[in-house]
């Protein structure tokens, strides 16, 4: 199952908060039409209002991260990261679980 670092929940509960998004609020994985640096599998982050009905629902320290079914198949055994940039804008990386 995908894991979430505590750096990444406090990054998604920032970037949640600064949309003003409601509650249930909170990021979804899901299937990309193409993989940005051709490496893995085509993911794609987004802030949504609420999950899909059929999105597994993982909520690491207060932070909702919604993945939808094919892409949950393709993260299953991955850990979902963050780091911030010198000004502010944050990076989410998927690296193997150890």
Not at 42 to 51: D, G, H, K, R, T
């Amino acid at each position: 199952m995908l894991t979430i670092t505590s750096d990444a929940a406090d990054a998604i509960r920032h970037v949640v908060e600064a949309a003003d998004l409601p509650g249930e609020g909170g990021m979804r994985i899901s299937t990309a039409s193409a993989s940005l640096n051709g490496r893995g599998p085509a993911l794609a982050l987004e802030l949504v209002e609420s999950p899909d009905p059929e999105d597994l629902v993982l909520v690491e320290e207060d932070a909702k991260v919604y993945v939808d079914p094919i892409a949950a198949s393709q993260v299953s055994d991955k850990t979902l990261d963050a780091d911030y940039e010198p000004g502010g804008e944050v990076n989410f990386s998927m690296r193997e679980q150890p």
